[in-house]
């Protein structure tokens, strides 16, 4: 299913983001990623048309991310890096807006520490 959402995610543009980081929202909450209070905060956040701070909730904690834009393309590469066994493991995903590049990245980060 992560693989179906993370499709979605990339295939979304600007315009229907919100409901793409709308359903990433609710995968995390579902899958006990994130708290019920980190999701009514991430819903609130993608309500206001604050995208970037709705995916910033889906980071998971003691993570390091950034979002770079991808030369003169218009498309933008999240990354979320998490700490294991002392080694920094980088995950990334490219997209038409920074929030749904690091929702990328953040879904690809916790599939993978789960």
């Not at 990354?79 to 920094?88: D, K, T």
């Amino acid at each position: 299913m992560a693989d179906t959402l993370i499709a979605r995610l990339e295939a979304a543009t600007e315009e229907t983001q919100h409901v793409a980081i709308y359903d990433a929202i609710k995968y995390c909450r579902d899958h006990g990623w994130i708290t019920y209070e980190q999701a009514l905060k991430a819903f609130g956040f993608r309500t206001l048309g604050a995208f970037l701070d709705a995916a910033l909730t889906l980071v998971p904690g003691e993570r390091q991310w950034r979002i770079n834009g991808v030369g003169d393309s218009g498309m933008f590469d999240g990354h979320v890096e998490i700490l294991s066994g002392g080694v920094w493991l980088a995950y990334g995903g490219v997209a038409p807006t920074p929030a749904l590049a690091l929702c990328i990245a953040a879904l690809k980060a916790w599939e993978q520490s789960q």
